[in-house]
């Protein structure tokens, strides 16, 4: 019985804690039952700091492929656009959390030898109606065999949160 109460105090927290916390209370649980089991706080220790790790890994992993699709779902519109012409773009992840939508527009055409390029402004949007909040990006997109693809360096700004 303790099995299945334990899993679900960690389901819990773990839905409650949001995906930055997550590595940590996987971390706790398994360090203090590894500890537990052999009898050795050091094996508990080293068995947390790994899981705790691996976790991280993970979660940030999964943060970069959704927001990698993000980007490629803004440049694949975007590059199809003519300039100061406007469109609306979304993304539905495979896991439908944080799903994201808004809108953008190509500002300029940045052609060299070197690269087809383009400057688009977007906005990510949450919610609706009265409680809409959107929020305005810039970004470079350039032209590659498979299609239009995110140019631009990743800023230090708050819309990536913890994946910087």
Known sequence: ?????????????????????????????AGG????????????????????A???????YYGRVRQGAEQDAIAQIAGELPV?????????HDIPIGDEHGGLRVVRAIDTKLAACR??????????????????FTADICKQASGWKWASAEPAVERWGFLQ
């Open 84 to 92: 100061g012409t406007e469109a609306a773009w979304t993304i539905e």
């Open 119 to 136: 400057e688009v402004v977007f906005s990510v949007d949450r919610g609706s109606g009265v409680k809409l909040k959107r929020a305005w």
């Open 1 to 29: 019985m303790r099995l299945p109460v334990l899993a679900a105090v960690l389901a819990v927290a773990v839905l409650l804690a949001g995906c930055t916390s997550t590595g940590k209370i996987a971390a706790v649980v």
């Open 54 to 60: 691996g976790a991280n890994y993970v979660v940030r």
């Open 33 to 52: 039952a590894a500890g537990g089991a052999t009898g050795n706080p050091a094996v508990g220790f080293l068995v947390g700091v790994a899981v705790d």
